[in-house]
């Protein structure tokens, strides 16, 4: 019992002992320490930037409590550079911009905010909140309640607020002054950005340490139903790349390579349901062009150092193209009203042809009408020319206009000297005529001609691009030709460029180009032919305006940029780059099978002349007025009575395809055409046999 009291005595002793040991020290850590807790703390403040004396106890210590004490921000030792930060870091919080929220507040002090309405599914719901402000109701939606609130200040604080001048609103706005904007206007058209909430921060060029706000100036287009009155000319600061900024405002955008050839490529991208393209030589600078061209179209942005895209300045004014439109259309119903059968007054595809004075349409005139979507047959082929080969609308409007040129021409053969002044034609001194100053020709067609620029139409494109992937990449912009007797059309088979008269008798098919090709033909030959180049320098479209589905950048790549790499022309001759336009209001879609009737109309005739396209002949069995046999005939009617452009012309030739031949200059600078074709991968032209074209001259 002893032995066990004694050991636990012992064990208190040992106890205590260690208690008293521990707090001695605790005692000497403390002395040696020589700092209170609070002087610790002034020294890991890095806002003390004043250096604290060490008291006279601590001072008298040196050595080693010198060393292990923490020694605060002198100079030399990142203080400065400590009391910089903290000074740019108050002032870029004191000088960031106030919320929408804030503005308000601060305007009209006690607003309440009311929770109308929460639609939309679970996972992505609409938030509708409306304040009450100088009695009038202002509702905002968005995805949060926060963010409905802020909507609903804008849309409140934009119904009072103005600037006293332009510069403190482009300051509130972060955007450099544009000499465009109207600040001090009533109709609150101002972009969303002025109202910006806390943003992170970019570093400034002026106070390193500040960190201003980088300003949406996008978002306004993003949101707004409308689009701005006019281009932004500085839209950010510095050169910004258009897909970056279009994916800001649609985010998710898929490009698509639609052409991919050496060095050229076209990229689309369809944005709010519409198709923009743009090419260049990498898919970089494609995309590039694509973006620039919708942020255009749909937003008015234009980017410093981006060039607007080249299809935008050819375009034709719109009133004017409906103008255009509309005296064709109108045209066409007065002179097919009297049509015994009402299947001819139908179309699936009108074209025409309108003569101005300038772009003035009270002077406009419709010179030739035409209708049609079928080719004749091969059984059916001529060799004496009394028969129309194709008859698509655009082909046939054209040889109408072969018809109103002879007829001007003819004018000049008169006696009478007021005939030849009423001519649109005028005498040249050295020799031949040509167009009267200011003399226009228009074309309408009222939907995309056959071929490549039918075929690669953004309705076609933009409901599933990769659904057509496989064919525009291959055969976008290529030579395309007509099925005979039937519709569509099909890329050039092989390099064989000449059919033969007895191979389509025994069955091959009929080969005829398409329209497109034939209008990209036009815009470096003329309309006027090789017979007419004897008399009249190359007669040119100044405008093409289409109906339906069609696409003005597509348009001019494929009936203008295809041939750009032609080369020099010969005097008179030009690389023609048309103006294009659609219409407002476009004719609705015929659904059914078309008719084989083409119906043709020239100005001076009263009467309407209906072909059979199968057999390129009149329905009585007669020969149209546009065969190469009429044709024919009024040219060697005029022929040695007209001064020509041709020098030493010598006799007539016996033969129309000597006549056609004889035109060097006309049939150099179509060789020059095909080859341009074949060097840019894009085909041969396949042409007619040519015993159609063999057939004496008609006196």
């Known amino acids: 019992m002893a032995s066990v009291l004694g050991t636990s005595r012992g064990s208190g002793g040992l ?44 001072r008298a210590q040196g050595g080693v409590s010198g060393i292990k004490r923490k020694r605060p921000l002198e100079e030399g030792n990142g203080s400065h550079l400590c009391q910089v930060q903290l000074i740019w870091k108050k002032l870029s919080w004191s000088m960031a911009p106030k919320n929408a929220l804030v503005q308000l507040h601060e305007l009209r002090p006690g607003l309440q905010y009311q929770m109308v309405s929460q639609t939309g599914p679970v996972h992505a719901p609409i938030f509708a909140v409306a304040v009450e402000v100088n009695g009038l109701t202002f509702e905002g939606t968005g995805p949060t309640k926060k963010k409905a609130k802020m909507r609903a200040a804008e849309l409140a604080l934009r119904s009072f ?85 279009l994916n800001q405002l649609r985010a998710g955008l898929r490009y698509v390579c639609l052409s991919e050839r050496p060095h ?59 103008s255009v439109s509309q005296l064709v259309t109108q045209k066409f119903r007065e002179l097919t009203v009297g049509l ?24 406009a005139q419709v010179v030739v009408l035409s209708s049609g979507t079928k080719c004749i047959s091969g059984e059916y082929m001529n060799d004496q020319g009394l028969v129309v080969n194709d008859c698509h609308a655009e082909t046939v409007a054209r040889r109408a206009l072969l ?66 992937k496989h064919i525009v990449r291959k055969f976008r912009g290529h030579l395309r030709t007509k099925i005979e007797s039937g519709e569509g059309t099909m890329p050039v088979r092989g390099p064989s460029t000449v059919q033969t008269w007895d191979g389509v008798l025994l069955g091959e098919q009929l080969v005829t180009m398409s329209c497109t090709d034939k209008i990209a033909r036009w815009n470096v030959l003329g309309l006027q032919g090789a017979l007419l180049c004897h008399f009249i320098e190359p007669v040119y479209l100044h405008s093409i305006i289409v109906g339906s589905l069609h696409h003005t950048g597509h348009l001019s790549r494929v009936m203008s940029h295809r041939t750009e790499d032609i080369g020099q022309l010969p005097t008179s001759y030009r690389h023609n780059r048309p103006l294009l336009s659609g219409v407002s209001l476009a004719e609705g879609r015929r659904p059914g099978k078309s008719s084989h009737f083409s119906v043709n109309w020239v100005s001076g005739h009263s009467d309407v002349e209906v072909l059979d396209a199968t057999t390129g002949k009149r329905s ?11 044709f024919s005939a009024r040219w060697a009617r005029l022929y040695g009575k007209l001064s020509t452009r041709i020098p030493n012309h010598g006799d007539m030739p016996a033969m129309y395809c000597e006549a056609k031949l004889g035109a060097h200059t006309y049939q150099s600078v179509k060789q020059q055409l095909f080859k341009a074709f074949q060097k840019a991968g894009l085909g041969t032209w396949v042409r007619k046999p040519p015993e159609q074209d063999q057939f004496p001259l008609a006196l």
């Open 161 to 245: 607020v103005q600037f006293p001048n332009a510069c403190q609103a482009h300051l509130a706005m972060g955007s450099s002054p544009s000499p465009y904007t109207d600040f001090t206007s009533d109709q609150a058209d101002f972009p969303d950005t002025l109202f910006k909430e806390f943003e992170p921060v970019a570093p400034s060029t002026a106070f390193p340490g500040r960190h201003p706000a980088e300003p949406e100036l996008l978002s306004a287009a993003c949101r707004q139903e409308h689009l701005l009155r006019r281009t932004l000319d500085i839209v950010v600061p510095g050169d910004r790349n258009p897909v970056v900024l």
């Open 15 to 58: 106890s205590s002992q260690l208690r008293c040991k521990s707090k001695r020290r605790r005692r000497r850590r403390s002395k040696r320490k020589g700092t209170s807790s609070a002087d610790v703390k002034e020294n890991r403040n890095v806002s003390n930037l004043e250096v604290r004396p060490l008291p006279a106890g601590n």
């Open 620 to 630: 009585c069995g007669g020969s149209s007025r546009l065969c190469k046999h009429v």
């Open 340 to 363: 015994t059968s009402s299947v001819h007054a139908r179309h699936r595809a009108l074209a025409g042809i309108v003569m101005t004075k300038g772009l003035d349409v009270r002077q």
């Open 264 to 322: 050229s490529f076209v990229m689309a991208v369809s944005v709010d349901g519409r198709t923009f393209e743009g090419s260049g030589r990498s898919k970089k600078l494609a995309k590039g062009q694509a973006a620039q061209a919708a942020l255009q179209a749909l937003f008015d942005i234009r980017l410093p150092g981006h060039m607007p895209s080249r299809s935008k300045s050819h375009l034709l004014p719109q009133e004017f193209a409906d």
């Open 403 to 468: 018809h109103f040129l002879y007829t001007q021409l003819e004018l000049h053969l008169s006696q009478r000297r007021e005939d030849s002044e009423h001519s649109i034609f005028m005498r040249l001194k050295d020799g031949g005529y040509r167009l009267r100053d200011n003399t226009l020709f228009h074309l309408y067609v009222s939907t995309s001609p056959c071929g490549d620029a039918r075929l690669n139409s953004p309705y076609e494109i933009t409901t599933d691009l990769t659904r057509s």
